[in-house]
């Protein structure tokens, strides 16, 4: 059986391995043993804190196949960023230059440093080791995060984003950041996402322009990837697309990958996740075609699966295994959140 549950210590080993198949640009998972460790620990500290509203949380997610005890994947969510560190971005504008006597008008589209998205809570830190890339994995992994959300939601900011890698090359090059290097940073790419992952954001203040860029002054390799996003990536973006999540002119101050935004409540995961009460009876629950990502109601002990169930609709009831029952750790007149898959 596949599970979501918490990280815990015991899973560095795993983290570290995927750390490394992440590559180039999975900014928020280093392949620094320090790094790794704080972040699990801060994961732990934050799934067993009292909380009633959203601070300086991180939730991490691992995926584990149970029949091997192999963690496979991971995900995350941040529950408020920006309030320690500066949380930055580029906003994409405009400038109108005109003059009625010549009969001139051109719009120019610009980027501005910015900080819009303090205190708003993100979803990060994806990736399906390639084995299991199969199965509706994925998607599982990616949405089980919203059904956390909807059951722990004062944990949580009403406005939810997501950073999308942008375009970069098998060596890490990007485009984009080629310009800034050239002109402004003067370090390596590779370099400046790895301080950026381990938490040193100094240099940004310090090195990146003050003032709006006019985007047309940018080289043309550079203008053609802003707002896109790198190959890989392109499956996570339509996921949260068809989550309701949506492009609001925000890019990444690197490699100008888009950041999309929903407001919590509307996120389809989060609007259509329902609460049913546990019934156990090994002759009925897996014998339904419908299949669902099921979690329970608990943040340390969290624990979600997907699975084909039967629903007793008219008594709010969901009709579980035995199996599946001790995976999500619950007991019959246990309440869980369902979700169709």
Known sequence: MIIIRPICLADYDDLYRIAIESGHGFTSLPVNEKILRQRIIRSVDSFNAQVNKPGDQGYLFVMEDTQTGEVVGTTGIEAAVGLDNAFYHYHLGKVVHSSRELGIHNTVETLALCNDYTGATEICTLFLRESHRKDGNGRFLSRCRFLF??????????????????????????????????????????????????????????????????????????????????SNTVPALRLLEAEGFSRRGYVD????????????????????????????????????????????????????????????????????????????????????????N
Not at 190 to 219: C, E, R
Not at 283 to 303: A, H, P, Q, W
Request: hydrophobic share 40%.
């Open 149 to 230: 959300i909807a059951e722990h939601d004062e944990r949580f900011s009403n406005c939810v984003i997501a950073e999308m890698r942008g375009v970069s090359d098998k060596d890490g090059r990007s485009p984009f950041y080629d310009w800034l290097e050239k002109h402004f940073l003067s370090i390596e790419f590779t370099q400046a996402d790895y301080l950026t992952g381990i938490g040193n954001k100094d240099f940004i203040a310090d090195l990146m322009p003050k003032y709006p860029v006019y985007v047309n002054l940018l080289s043309e390799e550079a203008q053609q990837v802003i707002n896109k996003v790198h």
């Open 253 to 340: 101050i690197f490699d100008a990958g888009p950041t999309v935004e929903a407001e919590r409540n509307q996120i389809r995961a989060v609007r259509n996740s329902h609460k049913f009460q546990v019934l156990i009876d090994d002759n009925c629950g897996e014998d339904s075609n419908l299949k669902y990502i099921i979690c329970n109601t608990k943040v340390e002990n969290f624990r979600a699966t997907q699975v084909n169930l039967t629903l007793r609709e008219t008594a709010n009831q969901v009709v579980l295994t035995n199996d599946v029952a001790q995976a999500l750790q619950v007991q019959q007149g246990d309440w869980v959140r369902l979700l169709s």
